[in-house]
């Protein structure tokens, strides 16, 4: 499948409106290059607990839209809205969008480039770089290869767009620390569940439910997808969007007192704000599981589980990275 790209230099101010404008001719899914900072929101979407510096904002933007050539024909021919049409027809009108915009707003250069792109599929190449792998007794296959070593439990996942291979450091000690923890009888709660691995391999263990959640909504088809694939009923694995941290309505709905387990793999930061409000949804005796954590910011964390009033059972290191396990006295 071939695309040709059409890579708008502009303002970072005008963004948005150029966006919002050629999604109504028929753009889609801009690709957006900027130098502007992250906010403190978005450094808390991202699953990284140090950022390196970036370059200076210089108020330029470069905007890439990649329209679909149609195979087979004669003369090459995109299609947008469904309908074939040339590259030159939609250069046209995307200048003529900018310019309409240039009356009443700087978007600053506004020059377009056009330009075929490789024949790539552009939703699963990634997956050339994802194969199965063991953590110990577990065996992590995604959906498009063979099971290739026996023995091993198999845990089937296709991360999609959200966060949870079961490569990184931090997931598998959460990993190890539910393989030792959860019973039959364990009721477990996954904040910040992702693509559910830790929720569905703790019902895979033995665990009699679990609830996660997670703020972002990709979560739900990842999760709906990974647990269709390891054969996990839909009345064992609950999933709630929404910030657990903040919002009453979600604390209410996931309940109090209920959690055998309560595990938490995001950064220190997040952590030290969660750790307040998770005490309240684990059982007394309860187990709660942290990590996400570089080890510079072990003692954070620890200090935030212990002002909580919790009891601090264990320290784990991989790598660069710490698990603080505590419980609920």
């Given at each position: 499948?071939?695309?040709?790209?059409?890579?708008?230099?502009?303002?970072?101010?005008?963004?948005?409106?150029?966006?919002?404008?050629?999604?109504?001719?028929?753009?889609?899914?801009?690709?957006?290059?900027?130098?502007?900072?992250?906010?403190?929101?978005?450094?808390?979407?991202?699953?990284?607990?140090?950022?390196?510096?970036?370059?200076?904002?210089?108020?330029?933007?470069?905007?890439?839209?990649?329209?679909?050539?149609?195979?087979?024909?004669?003369?090459?021919?995109?299609?947008?809205?469904?309908?074939?049409?040339?590259?030159?027809?939609?250069?046209?009108?995307?200048?003529?969008?900018?310019?309409?915009?240039?009356?009443?707003?700087?978007?600053?250069?506004?020059?377009?480039?056009?330009?075929?792109?490789?024949?790539?599929?552009?939703?699963?190449?990634?997956?050339?770089?994802?194969?199965?792998?063991?953590?110990?007794?577990?065996?992590?296959?995604?959906?498009?290869?063979?099971?290739?070593?026996?023995?091993?439990?198999?845990?089937?996942?296709?991360?999609?767009?959200?966060?949870?291979?079961?490569?990184?450091?931090?997931?598998?000690?959460?990993?190890?620390?539910?393989?030792?923890?959860?019973?039959?009888?364990?009721?477990?709660?996954?904040?910040?569940?992702?693509?559910?691995?830790l929720a569905i391999l703790a019902l895979m263990f033995g665990a009699k439910s679990a609830v996660g959640t997670d703020l972002d909504p990709c979560a739900i088809e990842a999760v709906r997808e990974n647990r269709e694939a390891n054969g996990i009923a839909d009345e064992?694995?609950?999933?709630?969007?929404?910030?657990?941290?903040?919002?009453?309505?979600?604390?209410?709905?996931?309940?109090?007192?209920?959690?055998?387990?309560?595990?938490?793999?995001?950064?220190?930061?997040?952590?030290?704000?969660?750790?307040?409000?998770?005490?309240?949804?684990?059982?007394?005796?309860?187990?709660?599981?942290?990590?996400?954590?570089?080890?510079?910011?072990?003692?954070?964390?620890?200090?935030?589980?212990?002002?909580?009033?919790?009891?601090?059972?264990?320290?784990?290191?991989?790598?660069?990275?710490?698990?603080?396990?505590?419980?609920?006295?």
């Amino acid at each position: 499948m071939k695309w040709t790209k059409f890579k708008i230099k502009t303002l970072t101010d005008a963004e948005d409106i150029i966006i919002s404008t050629l999604y109504d001719i028929g753009l889609e899914g801009a690709q957006i290059e900027d130098k502007v900072p992250l906010t403190a929101w978005e450094k808390e979407q991202m699953f990284v607990d140090i950022l390196p510096d970036g370059p200076e904002d210089d108020g330029i933007a470069w905007l890439s839209f990649f329209v679909e050539e149609r195979e087979g024909s004669s003369y090459p021919m995109l299609v947008l809205n469904g309908e074939d049409i040339t590259a030159e027809a939609i250069l046209e009108k995307v200048k003529a969008e900018l310019e309409g915009l240039r009356a009443f707003m700087d978007i600053g250069e506004g020059t377009v480039a056009v330009e075929e792109t490789e024949d790539i599929d552009w939703i699963n190449n990634w997956k050339q770089y994802f194969h199965q792998f063991a953590i110990d007794d577990v065996l992590v296959v995604p959906s498009w290869e063979k099971i290739e070593t026996e023995g091993k439990m198999v845990l089937h996942i296709d991360p999609g767009t959200a966060f949870g291979t079961g490569m990184h450091d931090t997931t598998q000690l959460c990993i190890r620390a539910l393989r030792r923890f959860v019973t039959k009888e364990t009721v477990l709660l996954d904040v910040g569940t992702g693509s559910g691995i830790l929720a569905i391999l703790a019902l895979m263990f033995g665990a009699k439910s679990a609830v996660g959640t997670d703020l972002d909504p990709c979560a739900i088809e990842a999760v709906r997808e990974n647990r269709e694939a390891n054969g996990i009923a839909d009345e064992d694995f609950r999933l709630i969007i929404g910030n657990i941290i903040t919002d009453k309505e979600v604390q209410d709905e996931v309940g109090y007192e209920c959690y055998d387990i309560v595990a938490a793999n995001i950064l220190a930061e997040v952590l030290t704000g969660l750790t307040p409000v998770i005490v309240h949804q684990l059982k007394r005796g309860g187990i709660y599981i942290t990590s996400g954590i570089i080890d510079d910011k072990e003692e954070v964390v620890v200090q935030a589980v212990k002002e909580a009033g919790l009891e601090v059972l264990e320290v784990n290191c991989q790598g660069e990275w710490v698990s603080v396990i505590a419980r609920k006295k």
